[in-house]
């Protein structure tokens, strides 16, 4: 139980450094594309963060599948989960900002 626990945890964590880390290079690297509160309608830059989350959340299901060891479906699963609910709140005033 402590193991399924450690796992989620530690994929969380990885996906938040990598995440943080990725988007602080993104922003950077495209600035001009940003506007002053960071950000941006672009469809490349919108792109890619898509393909930054989606390698991110890999390599966080790789780490939570690799400390798990016994319920590495169910820990994954979880750390799905969490990343959504996370993700929701994150993204949906932005989306309304759009509109």
Do not use: C, N, Q
């Not at 602080?24 to 898509?50: C, E, N, P, W």
């Amino acid at each position: 139980m402590i193991m399924s626990i450690l796992s989620v945890v530690a994929g969380y964590a990885i996906w938040t450094i990598l995440f943080l880390g990725g988007s602080a290079g993104i922003r950077s690297a495209m600035s001009s594309s940003h506007d002053a509160a960071g950000y941006s309608s672009d469809v490349s830059v919108l792109l890619t963060y898509l393909v930054l989350s989606i390698i991110v959340s890999v390599a966080a299901g790789l780490v939570t599948a690799k400390v798990s060891k016994v319920k590495i479906k169910r820990d994954t699963l979880i750390l799905a989960g969490a990343l959504l609910a996370t993700g929701i709140p994150v993204v949906e005033p932005a989306v309304r900002d759009w509109t």
